[in-house]
């Protein structure tokens, strides 16, 4: 299977401030990948789709002002949150799509902490 | 109703013993099925990949698809106490998104 990898694995940072998730491809060229974020006990929500060279498309109800994502290369694609709160503490983890586009593959996770 | 339905338990089995998840779904146009595993502060890890009806088999995995009766399970022969994870069945129509069951969390007793 596809290999996907995110950093970092887990943050705590303070209220106002910005944090940047790194996830990359790491076996083959993805066009798309996926945000989600996962919440105790629950199952994973997601919240944007990213497109290399193109803008996200974001799920009903995230806002992509405060969840910028980007994907400027083929294996590469950043979540930034913007002005955490404690709100905002999660476990976020990154999917690519398989190159037949039939299945996904998911990153490790980043364990996000917002005091 | 949800697309997809899953019994979140826990579920909790001797080691040895043979397991059972299940789901349902809603949606006749799922093409495509998944089981992942997700251990605690993990990622999901793809186990089972399957598309139609049908049974596939993958060491001590065997995952089935009814389309019939729109219902997918996830079969664990010899179960381990390193199978204990929550699992979680999948689904997707096309080049449609990702739809996720709730998750059965799963622990095998020593």
């Known amino acids: 299977g596809a290999v996907v990898s995110q950093h970092p694995s887990w943050v705590i940072c303070k209220s106002g401030t910005s944090v940047k998730i790194e996830c990359r491809s790491l076996d083959f060229q993805a066009t798309t990948m996926f945000w989600y974020r996962q919440f105790p006990k629950q199952s994973l929500m997601l919240m944007a789709t990213?497109?290399?060279?193109?803008?996200?498309?974001?799920e009903q109800g995230v806002e992509k002002d405060k969840f910028l994502i980007n994907h400027a290369s083929l294996t590469l694609s950043t979540l930034t949150v913007t002005s955490a709160h404690p709100e905002d503490s999660s476990f976020y983890i990154c999917?690519?799509?398989?190159?037949?586009?039939?299945?996904?593959?998911f990153g490790p996770g980043t364990r996000l902490l917002v005091l | 109703q949800k697309e997809v339905e899953q019994d979140p338990g826990p579920l909790s089995v001797p080691e040895g013993a043979i397991v059972s998840l299940n789901c349902t779904y809603s949606n006749s146009a799922f093409q495509y099925f998944m089981w992942y595993r997700q251990y605690s502060r993990k990622g999901p890890e793809l186990l089972m990949y399957t598309y139609s009806s049908g049974n596939k088999e993958d060491g001590r995995f065997t995952a089935q698809v009814d389309k019939s009766s729109k219902y997918i399970s996830l079969f664990i022969r010899d179960s381990q106490p390193s199978d204990s994870a929550t699992y979680l069945c999948?689904?997707?129509?096309?080049?449609?998104?990702?739809?996720f069951g709730q998750g059965t969390r799963l622990t095998i007793n020593p």
């Open positions: 999917s690519d799509l398989a190159e037949t586009q039939e299945t996904q593959y």
């Open positions: 990213s497109n290399e060279g193109s803008k996200a498309t974001y």
């Open positions: 999948a689904m997707k129509q096309g080049a449609q998104k990702l739809v």
